[in-house]
């Protein structure tokens, strides 16, 4: 059995492998890239941190919340992973 770890990231990537140009802040990504329902916001922001170190995904800082998207110059790389990780 996958570990939610590994689940959440794998819903956040499949979610812009399918929606590239998404731009979304914290709760946009546990409402709309995670499936539902989200199974640990705690565990859904690690491995959305998790994801912006590795550099998958771009954090923009904003006055207000950040905002969070995919780096496209990573995309290719992104969908060999979510392939493979089925």
Same mark, same amino acid.
């Given at each position: 059995?996958?570990?939610q770890?590994?689940?959440? %990231? $794998?819903?956040?990537?499949?979610?812009?492998?399918? $929606?590239?140009?998404?731009?979304?802040t914290?709760?946009?990504?546990?409402?709309?890239?995670?499936?539902?329902?989200c199974?640990?916001? $705690?565990l859904?922001?690690?491995?959305?941190e998790?994801?912006v170190?590795?550099?998958?995904i771009?954090?923009?800082?904003?006055?207000?919340?950040?905002?969070?998207?995919?780096?496209?110059?990573?995309?290719?790389?992104?969908?060999?992973?979510? %392939?493979?990780?089925?």
């Amino acid at each position: 059995m996958e570990s939610q770890d590994a689940g959440i %990231t $794998h819903s956040i990537l499949d979610y812009l492998v399918r $929606h590239p140009g998404a731009k979304d802040t914290r709760d946009g990504v546990i409402n709309w890239w995670i499936s539902k329902p989200c199974p640990d916001e $705690h565990l859904a922001m690690e491995a959305l941190e998790a994801l912006v170190t590795r550099g998958w995904i771009l954090k923009r800082a904003t006055s207000g919340q950040p905002i969070y998207s995919l780096n496209q110059a990573q995309l290719n790389e992104i969908r060999a992973f979510v %392939t493979q990780n089925k």
